[in-house]
T-cell receptor, first 112, second 116 residues
């Protein structure tokens, strides 16, 4: 069974204070790993898809990296508008299914 | 591309009533997914369709839950005889098969259900 563990559960940063969020996973063959951003009361917003170890993707102040066991979402010089819950999900290769397994998310608050 | 839409955005109902939610996927997407999300948790998969075929429904939470996707376009999720434990956010997502190595899903805004 695929598993995703995100840490920390909550993170408070000062504006401009860079940090990283962690997503540890176990999967029987990785089809893809996803990062989403979710604002309160809204649906998840797609950020990145990573396919294989060593891959990196960037978007504005966010950079996602992938190893064989975990993924990091690096936030450089965050702003208050980056405050949200960040969700990680994996799709495994077993059974040909495209059903993703989500972690519980990291709640990020960036103070001005 | 107007994104995934869901209606209603909020639904308040009394225990024992039936409710139905609608999801309109991104127009060219052939896969459609339903999830439930409770506070502090990630989305929990319920069921999915490829075109009009429901390919996975074993994770629907009980036989009170059912979903349809007539003609492979919009989808509905129905909950019969609602219980207070059904209170949650119900999310819909869609994706396009074959464009990439995996299946990137795009979510709608969700329907918040409150059962009194």
């Amino acid at each position: 069974e695929d598993q995703v563990t995100q840490s920390p559960e909550a993170l408070r940063l000062q504006e401009g204070e860079s940090s990283s969020l962690n997503c540890s996973y176990t999967v029987s063959g990785l089809r893809g790993l996803f990062w989403y951003r979710q604002d309160p009361g809204k649906g998840p917003e797609f950020l990145f898809t990573l396919y294989s170890a060593g891959e990196e993707k960037e978007k504005e102040r966010l950079k996602a990296t992938l190893t064989k066991k975990e993924s990091f979402l690096h936030i450089t010089a965050p702003k208050p508008e980056d405050s949200a819950t960040y969700l990680c999900a994996v799709q495994g290769l077993s059974g040909g299914s495209y059903i993703p397994t989500f972690g519980r998310g990291t709640s990020l608050i960036v103070h001005p | 591309d107007t994104g995934v839409s869901q209606n209603p955005r909020h639904k308040i109902t009394k225990r024992g009533q039936n409710v139905t939610f609608r999801c309109d996927p991104i127009s060219e997407h052939n896969r459609l997914y339903w999830y439930r999300q409770t506070l502090g948790q990630g989305p929990e998969f319920l069921t999915y369709f490829q075109n009009e075929a429901q390919l996975e429904k074993s994770r629907l939470l009980s036989d009170r839950f059912s979903a349809e996707r007539p003609k492979g376009s919009f989808s509905t999720l129905e909950i019969q005889r609602t219980e207070q434990g059904d209170s949650a956010m119900y999310l819909c997502a869609s994706s396009l098969e074959g464009r990439s190595r995996t299946d990137t899903q795009y979510f709608g805004p969700g329907t918040r259900l409150t059962v009194l």
